[in-house]
């Protein structure tokens, strides 16, 4: 069993930044890929950005590309999300997820076994 926990979420104005943090404990996610999505009140889950299990490999959301950044420490057993410029519409309850089957990384729901209970990001305009 992995155990996922995000922080990092808050209020932020229209063109800042914030930092979410994942945190596992119960198994080390070092050999697996991470995932962050967002949830929006009232729309699906989406893709936001995935990693591979090395870091080497990174994926976006084309709406994220450039003002977000996924990066891993698996000294810490700890994935960030850096976002900047952030967007109203942007505002949205932000889960990390492991994949254990997948080295690689992937921008599908489906392929993710462990989720996190999430952290609140709200971009005020």
């Known amino acids: 069993q992995v155990q996922l926990v995000e922080s990092g979420g808050g209020l932020v104005q229209a063109g800042g930044s914030l930092r979410l943090s994942c945190a596992a404990s119960?198994?080390?996610?070092?050999?697996?890929?991470m995932g962050w999505f967002r949830q929006a009140s009232g729309k699906e889950r989406e893709f936001v950005a995935a990693?591979?299990?090395?870091?080497?490999?990174?994926y976006y959301a084309d709406s994220v590309k450039g003002r977000f950044t996924i990066s891993r420490d698996n000294a810490k057993n700890t994935v960030y999300l850096q976002m900047n410029s952030l967007k109203p519409e942007e505002t949205a309850v932000y889960y990390c997820?492991?994949?254990?089957?997948?080295?690689?990384?992937?921008?599908?729901?489906?392929?993710?076994?462990?989720w996190g209970q999430g952290t609140q990001v709200t971009v005020s305009s």
């Open positions: 997820a492991a994949d254990v089957d997948d080295y690689s990384g992937s921008a599908y729901a489906y392929s993710y076994d462990y």
């Open positions: 119960g198994r080390t996610v070092s050999w697996y890929a």
């Open positions: 990693i591979s299990w090395s870091g080497g490999r990174t």
